[in-house]
């Protein structure tokens, strides 16, 4: 197979054809194999925990996100990465793989709402009416699940990138360095972790970017020791306390595991909260004949109930709780993308531009560095 070259489809979103959803399971299976074995060490395909198992069949690694942001980091052989997840994911891969390659999606139109939740502008017009009141310096965190835009921003202004994994070292190497943390755009994450760290709810401030100074009086602004953004996952949002006395009271002994992004009252009621890898380590290392509850996306619970027959895994949601960006990822989108890169051209591609790439770098390379590689 020869190299694969960036033809003029670069740029576009290009999607199969309506026959494409008509081959059954096993033919779309057999084709993408047969490609996924021509295109050989060229290609890395690399899948996240929340797409289908129609997709994460033939990823070489799958992970969270940063597992898969340190996997781009560490590629060798293959030129062409092709990510299945959504696109603030696909970015970071971008920035950080090693020169020369190209990052490819299935369906690059799959987004983030909870990254859409803030913008350039909004953190700009934050920024600086935030560091105009509070004393001391503000370090910003950027979860991972926002634009390359917004980590440029971080990585120029002295922050970092956190994900769920790592956010609370993330958050002590912020506290260390500056007297206030501004951290956006997922407000649970933030509250979680900082309550982890020992700060008082007193010393959080919500910050709305709809509303004149953030709806934070400037007192309560130059007082605040973590100033959050008011965004969140539709996902993790549909976790509720009932839910969870709900299943307490129907399967006496149940442990209920939620991932940090989910409310925090919801993580305060909950046994165990912590990344998609912490909760799949947990259902993994348990007792069989153990019960889960599980406050995350449903492909991953669906995943983890399918892979443990000889434990009780459910979703703590009697609704299962799809994250529908994930989903647009499809077998016949892979099937599409893997015949143009056979056929050497590339279509479906990310491309963060040159302008912001280098503090988008910094603040990610700066995550690496404080959680130690
Ligand atoms: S689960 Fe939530 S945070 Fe994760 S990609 Fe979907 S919408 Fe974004």
Request: glycine share 8%; charged share 20%.
């Amino acid at each position: 197979m020869g190299s694969v070259v960036i033809d003029s489809a670069e740029g576009g979103v290009s999607r199969p054809p309506r026959s494409y959803f008509t081959l059954t399971p096993d033919q779309l299976s057999e084709r993408i194999a047969g490609l996924k074995a021509d295109l050989g060490s060229e290609v890395i395909i690399l899948g996240h925990h929340y797409v289908g198992d129609d997709l994460l069949a033939f990823a070489d690694l799958r992970g969270d996100s940063y597992g898969l942001a340190k996997a781009a980091a560490g590629v060798k052989g293959a030129r062409t990465i092709v990510f299945c997840g959504v696109h603030f994911m696909a970015e970071a891969a971008d920035i950080l793989a090693p020169p020369g390659r190209v990052v490819v999606m299935p369906d690059p139109t799959a987004g983030c709402p909870l990254a859409d939740m803030a913008d350039i502008d909004q953190v700009t017009a934050a920024w600086e009416a935030i560091t105009e009141r509070a004393e001391g310096d503000v370090i910003p965190v950027t979860y991972v699940n926002s634009s390359a835009r917004l980590k440029d921003f971080v990585g120029r202004h002295g922050g970092a990138v956190c994900t769920s994994s790592n956010a609370g070292k993330v958050i002590d190497w912020a506290l260390s360095i500056g007297s206030r943390l501004f951290f956006f755009p997922d407000q649970h994450l933030g509250r979680n972790t900082c309550h982890t760290r020992g700060i008082p709810p007193d010393q959080m401030i919500l910050w709305d970017p709809d509303q004149p100074s953030g709806s934070s009086t400037p007192e309560r602004i130059a007082e605040a020791r973590v100033i959050l953004w008011k965004g969140h996952c539709l996902v993790h949002q549909r976790f509720t306390v009932e839910q969870i006395a709900t299943w307490r009271a129907q399967r006496p002994g149940i442990r209920v595991i939620v991932h940090p992004e989910c409310p925090f009252e919801v993580v305060q009621a909950s046994d165990l909260a912590g990344s998609t890898s912490f909760i799949i380590d947990q259902v993994e290392k348990a007792e069989p004949g153990s019960a889960w509850a599980i406050g995350t996306e449903a492909n991953l619970v669906n995943r983890l109930k399918h892979d443990h027959p000889d434990r009780f895994v459910t979703s703590l949601s009697p609704v299962p709780s799809i994250c529908v960006d994930m989903h647009r990822n499809r077998a016949p989108h892979l099937l599409w993308l893997m015949e143009h890169l056979a056929e050497g051209r590339v279509i479906n591609r990310i491309t963060v531009p040159a302008e912001i790439v280098e503090g988008a770098r910094i603040a990610l390379d700066r995550m690496i560095e404080i959680t130690g590689g």
